[in-house]
């Protein structure tokens, strides 16, 4: 990623048109003028809007987000922690919004630029009429070269900090691992997440898919029996006997059976951890009673699979790791119909299914819970079924 400031004198690249990402600062001149700064270094091939809403808090920031989102493949809301009122609000309306992500620190992003010189996890507090934020400027302050910033004055710092960029990155990441590791946030920052986002954009991420759903971010396999036990884990935590809203139990040896079913089994890692699986398994392999609903409601054709269960971490949620874990099967089982059920009150995986282009073919009730039976296949008729247990 190490470049040097003659990037902002390079020839823009010959390629064709990329998808469109739109980015919200907080403030009119630090934070907007780095990034817009930074889009041009990293030369990213996207239609990259930086922009200043009119709003200066995280609420309405992501308020203006999820108005406009529907126009951009991609959102980032970059806020401030600082002491807002509205923060956990903010923070809720943006959980689980696909294409929508809070690049957020704390207590400023002038955090992100201390980062720049050295790293430290001295947390920030009000001190007399001095907020946190005032007091992480000071801090800047002290950095060399640094002397005379001002927020609300600020010119095109980015380029004269650009030589640290990586040790800005290494320290950032480190420090918000070690923050979600003590769940203490003051301070961090999760603006190096936005400049490794650019640096992939630059580096071979060319769909609009890939930009919408944030492809850098996951490490994609197929699961080895060596994966049963963090397999197992994840579908326990979203099983019934939690509260869950899997159909069955999956303990560890169950779920080693299933790897070994001759079909593919995707898991994606974020960070090392494994937060999202998708199971696949041949329509005439031995199945519990709701899959064989579901193959009585609509059997498919000779090529078709049961697709699922899939499941993924509540932190992972809204971040598009659904569609990557299906491009990831599609290309094992190319040319070939999935059949799945959802339960008809689970009204998110069902939006989520139709966005990859399921569709409803057919309908079971089992121990009197209403099933709909969704298909990718395209050449038959939708027909309904009721199958009671």
Request: a positive charge; charged letters at 25%.
């Amino acid at each position: 990623m190490a470049r040097t400031g003659n990037s902002f004198n390079r020839s823009k690249p010959n390629r064709a048109p990329r998808p469109t990402v739109l980015i919200i600062c907080e403030d009119t001149k630090s934070s907007r003028n780095y990034l817009e700064d930074a889009a041009i270094h990293f030369r990213v091939h996207a239609k990259v809007e930086v922009t200043h809403c009119g709003k200066t808090d995280p609420k309405g920031i992501v308020e203006e987000a999820l108005r406009r989102r529907s126009r951009f493949d991609k959102v980032f809301c970059v806020v401030d922690r600082d002491t807002h009122p509205g923060w956990d609000e903010a923070m809720r309306l943006a959980k689980g919004q696909e294409g929508l992500e809070v690049i957020s620190s704390f207590p400023c992003f002038e955090f992100w630029l201390i980062l720049h010189f050295n790293g430290n996890r001295k947390p920030y507090a009000a001190e007399g009429n001095k907020s946190p934020a005032d007091c992480c400027v000071s801090d800047l302050k002290k950095c060399e070269s640094m002397q005379d910033y001002d927020k609300g004055k600020v010119g095109r710092i980015f380029q004269s900090l650009v030589g640290r960029l990586d040790n800005a990155t290494k320290r950032s990441k480190g420090i918000l691992e070690d923050a979600k590791a003590t769940n203490e946030f003051n301070p961090s920052t999760r603006l190096h997440e936005l400049i490794l986002f650019f640096d992939a954009l630059e580096n071979g991420i060319e769909s609009k898919a890939a930009i919408r759903f944030g492809h850098m971010t996951y490490d994609m396999a197929s699961a080895t029996t060596a994966d049963a036990g963090e397999i197992s884990v994840l579908l326990q935590a979203n099983a019934p006997s939690r509260g869950g809203s899997l159909t069955g139990e999956f303990p560890a040896g169950k779920v080693e059976q299933m790897i070994l079913g001759g079909m593919p089994v995707v898991i994606a890692r974020r960070e090392g951890r494994v937060v999202g699986v998708l199971f696949s398994a041949a329509i005439d392999a031995p199945a519990p009673p709701s899959v064989r609903a579901m193959l009585t409601a609509w059997p498919g054709g000779p090529e078709s699979y049961v697709y699922g269960p899939v499941c993924i971490a509540g932190t992972e949620r809204g971040r598009g790791l659904l569609p990557q874990l299906y491009a990831v099967l599609q290309e094992q089982l190319p040319n070939r119909d999935a059949i799945l059920f959802i339960r008809r009150d689970n009204a998110a995986s069902i939006r989520a299914h139709e966005r990859l282009g399921m569709r409803e073919v057919a309908g079971f009730i089992l121990d009197r819970i209403d099933y709909a039976v969704f298909s990718s296949g395209t050449d038959s008729q939708a027909r309904h079924a009721d199958v009671v247990r």
